[in-house]
């Protein structure tokens, strides 16, 4: 069987957008598994920050209060808490894998734990004298509503 060029060139342009296809489905697929994995693994981290954060509303809402304590294991509890903010930023800012329905629910729960006088005194502490750097911010942004 002889092939013509137009065939020849037909069956490859098939061929390239197959590929290009299959190749543009294959990454969208590992980008949901990926998403579906953070996903998982943050929501189980908070799932164990949690319980302190409610004690933390409970009963040191105040960060005078809260320091009187010398709640070491809190405040440790928090410093995780700021962690976690953090790469769930990274991953939606910088890496661009966390999709925005998923990242304006959680930055509506960062900013519920924020409005508390502990949480947000704790962070004002943590982060001067560069202590942005740790958490992936710049001057300009955050993830927390300011």
Not at 43 to 72: A, Q, S, T, W
Not at 101 to 122: E, F, Q
Not at 130 to 137: A, K, P, Q, W
């Amino acid at each position: 069987m002889n092939i013509t060029f137009i065939e020849s060139l037909v069956l490859g342009t098939i061929g390239i957008i197959l590929t290009a296809y299959y190749s543009w489905h294959t990454k969208k697929i590992s980008h949901e598994q990926m998403l579906k994995q953070l996903f998982k693994e943050f929501n189980e981290r908070y799932d164990l920050l949690n319980e302190h954060l409610l004690k933390i509303e409970r009963e040191y809402p105040n960060y005078v209060d809260f320091n009187k304590n010398n709640n070491i294991e809190l405040r440790q509890k928090v410093i995780d808490y700021f962690n976690l903010c953090a790469e769930e930023y990274f991953w939606y800012r910088h890496k661009k894998r966390i999709d925005k329905v998923i990242w304006r629910s959680w930055h509506a729960g960062m900013n519920y734990w924020y409005r508390l006088d502990t949480i947000k005194k704790l962070w004002k502490k943590e982060t001067e004298n560069n202590g942005r750097i740790s958490y992936y911010l710049t001057n300009n942004d955050g993830f927390f509503d300011e």
